[in-house]
């Protein structure tokens, strides 16, 4: 064996991390599910394309709010489901951590890596139907100027989601070993439930994507009864909130990840 | 414990050493108070399934955190530890790839978690892939492997990177004989160039082809270790059996009742056997026994030789 001359061996992070994150990209754009994915990110673009050719309606006004009942509450955390979830539990549930595991690989680095790959792989099943969708209804806008500075800001707040969306989901997975379940509860509990506490809301990703995406908060029942009005929210507000989040989610996932034995 | 204390098996130096080595999952007892220096070679892992061969050797890969003690290799803690990783190789029992890769994208995707650039990881699973023979189906995806293909493919990840210490989870499953013999003598190959090669079977006449090194284990316990003779003479502290052909088995067998030493006699087609507390005396006795009596003794064998009779000793006694 290793008749061929080796240089020395490089056990850097960068190295290491560029190649788990180069494989499971790969590994994730000829899965199946990406396939089932961008389907059912496609239908809300088939959707207004016959609104397009049967109805009149202004274009932009389509566009918003398909993103701000659609595709923010559900497909981008549909798109964080998918990849973040099973970013570590699919290779326990596959029972082929063992070949990770065992290499002199850091688990923090395994966890990034994956972690990285699956934010890479989501952000463009979701951005390219939304795309898709905003060309569909720019077609029926009459300002085609404003039409775009709305897109790149939805398009830049929709990144951001999807980027805090799957890192919570991927350090859900890593400390429940499960790769639904546990994002089900979260976004359940968290975002749907807590959108109807007074105040609460402040604390969901989709209402600061919403807000990084350009769209005004939506008032909570509290806000209904007290100040009648949605608390203020600037988009740089929710930019660092969301930044925070994934910043504690990745360290809260690498930690547990590292520390923790999975019996595989 | 004191050093002398401590059972040694393999050759000189301790490669693995295992302290008190217990792990518990949940109520249920995985290994059990494990103490021993393991040394470069080939060692077998044998016991019946469930015995704890497989936890062992995840805690002494550091895939499982013993509960209690603690095990290293080349004298560092193996747990998250980066420097030891880099030094073994593990075929691991469980049948799971990443089946959309080919043999070759999945070797050289984990060499290159071993440090080496792409080119080099390319290379040396090439290599590996051809150590066990499956170059001409190298760029097949791994879902289309036979079972044989890809218990060799696991052991060409392990060998990629040319470990100093390599485990092998039962690493002939489902291989053909042509295909099993090949992994012997890779085996074999492994212990005579100086590594540590840690083999875990339930076929036991496959372990004894490869090394006369044995750890037993059952109920998480080591049962016996070291060389084979050494433990031969460990069984003589239990009854042994000796297999005895003649004529007038049942006059033959009742003169033979006659003696203390033996505990108990079992008829067959083709004679019976004995079972003795003291092995040596039983076996000069027999021969004179049938003499006297004029007897014709047409065969006399001890299964003990037998690496099957080890097992069954020591794991049931």
């Known amino acids: 064996m290793s008749a061929i001359k080796s240089s020395a061996r490089n056990f850097g992070i960068s190295s290491q991390l560029t190649t788990v994150i180069g494989v499971q990209i790969r590994r994730l754009l000829k899965a199946r599910k990406t396939r089932a994915l961008l389907a059912i990110q496609m239908l809300p673009v088939l959707g207004a394309f016959v609104y397009v050719m049967f109805e009149s309606l202004d274009g932009l006004s389509m566009f918003s709010k398909i993103v701000n009942t659609v595709t923010i509450p559900f497909l981008i955390p549909l798109a964080a489901l998918f990849y973040g979830g099973p970013a570590i539990v699919e290779e326990m549930e596959g029972r082929t951590l063992t070949f990770l595991t065992l290499r002199p690989i850091s688990k923090s680095v395994l966890f990034i890596g994956k972690t990285i790959a699956a934010i890479t792989v989501a952000i463009p099943a979701v951005l390219i139907p939304l795309s898709l969708l905003f060309l569909v209804c720019l077609f029926q806008s009459d300002d085609m100027g404003q039409s775009v500075e709305n897109f790149l800001q939805i398009i830049g707040g929709s990144a951001l989601g999807i980027m805090t969306y799957t890192t919570i989901f991927a350090a859900l997975g890593a400390v429940f070993a499960s790769s639904i379940l546990a994002s089900i509860i979260y976004f359940v509990v968290v975002e749907i439930l807590c959108s109807v506490i007074p105040n609460i809301m402040f604390l969901t990703v989709k209402n600061h994507t919403k807000t990084m995406a350009g769209f005004s908060s939506e008032v909570g029942f509290w806000e209904a009864i007290t100040i009648g009005q949605a608390l203020p929210a600037e988009w740089w507000v929710s930019l660092v909130f969301c930044a925070v989040l994934t910043a504690l989610a990745a360290f809260a996932g690498s930690y547990v990840f590292s520390s923790r034995q999975y019996y595989v | ?317």
């Open chain 2, 1 to 317: 414990m004191s050093k002398l204390e401590i059972p040694h098996v393999g050759g000189e130096g301790a490669v693995i050493s295992a302290r008190r080595l217990s792990l518990w999952y949940g109520k249920v007892i995985g290994i059990n108070d494990i103490t021993i220096d393991i040394g470069p070679g080939v060692l077998g892992l044998l016991g019946p399934n469930g015995a704890g061969k497989s936890t062992f050797l995840k805690v002494v890969t550091g895939q499982l955190r013993p509960t209690t003690g603690n095990v290293g290799i080349f004298g560092e803690l193996i747990w998250n530890n980066r420097n030891v990783m880099s030094r073994i190789g593990f075929v691991p029992e469980q049948d799971a790839f990443y089946e959309e890769m080919t043999g070759l994208q999945f070797v050289s995707y984990l060499t290159r978690l071993q440090g080496y650039s792409k080119k080099e990881a390319i290379e040396l699973a090439e290599i590996a892939i051809d150590t066990v023979n499956l170059s001409d189906k190298k760029n097949a995806p791994i879902r289309t492997y036979s079972k044989g293909m890809r218990q060799r493919i696991k052991i060409a990840q392990a060998l990629a990177h040319n470990p100093d210490v390599l485990f092998l989870d039962e690493p002939l499953a489902g291989t053909d004989p042509v295909g099993r013999r090949h992994i012997i003598n890779l085996i074999r190959g492994f212990g005579e160039a100086g590594k540590t090669v840690i083999v875990s079977s339930h076929i036991l006449h496959e372990v004894e082809q490869m090394t006369s090194n044995i750890l037993l284990i059952n109920k998480g316990r080591i049962v016996a270790d070291g060389n084979i003779y050494k433990i031969r003479n460990l069984i003589d502290e239990h009854p042994h059996s000796i297999r005895i052909g003649c004529g007038s088995p049942r006059d033959f067998a009742a003169k033979l009742a006659a003696f203390d030493d033996v505990v108990s006699i079992q008829f067959s087609e083709h004679g019976f056997e004995v079972q003795t507390s003291d092995p040596d005396a039983c076996y000069n006795r027999i021969p004179k026994l049938a003499i006297e009596s004029g007897i014709k003794l047409h065969r006399m064998s001890s299964m003990d030789n037998n690496l099957t009779a080890v097992f069954d000793y020591l794991v049931n006694a």
